[in-house]
């Protein structure tokens, strides 16, 4: 709270600089691709191969213990999110003999949960993840640098 204040008090121009200062010591603290799990990877790659949009990838090993990584793709619509959340199923357990935890929300489909235990899975439909904004909510999180190719 202190810290918002201070923030808001601050000339624009400080402000600027200062948030200038913070979005970049958060890219310098990206992690990068190559550090990921292979379970991690393939995710991320069935995601893309079946069109998801907006991939990303949030490293939480420093702010939390309940797992390593999310994964958030979005879908254009119902269809698309069980697809890629069939793909990422099918794909993990076929090349590394992986079933998730549990799964949620496949049948509505706005939201599929897929968890893992050292990663958890977010696949929206577009409108729900701008509602909930995952990335905004663990924005302390780092950021996984993602290759342009899957």
């Not at 948030?19 to 292979?38: F, G, H, N, Q, V």
């Not at 991690?40 to 420093?62: F, P, Q, T, Y």
Request: aromatic residues 8%; negative net charge.
């Amino acid at each position: 709270m202190e810290d918002t204040l201070k923030e808001k008090s601050l000339h624009p121009a400080v402000a600027e600089t200062v948030e200038t200062a913070e979005i970049a010591a958060k890219s310098e603290r990206a992690t990068p691709y190559t550090e990921l799990d292979e379970r991690v990877k393939l995710a991320l790659h069935c995601a893309d191969e079946k069109k998801g949009i907006g991939i990303s990838a949030l490293d939480l090993r420093e702010i939390t213990s309940f797992t390593d990584f999310f994964i958030v793709v979005s879908g254009l619509n119902t269809r698309q999110v069980q697809a890629i959340s069939d793909e990422i199923e099918v794909q993990v357990k076929k090349q590394l003999g992986e079933k998730p935890l549990r799964i949620e929300g496949h049948s509505t489909a706005e939201w599929v949960l897929m968890d893992y235990g050292d990663f958890v899975v977010h696949i929206f439909e577009n409108k729900t993840r701008d509602f909930y904004d995952l990335e905004r909510l663990w924005r302390d999180a780092r950021k996984v640098e993602l290759p342009k190719e899957l």
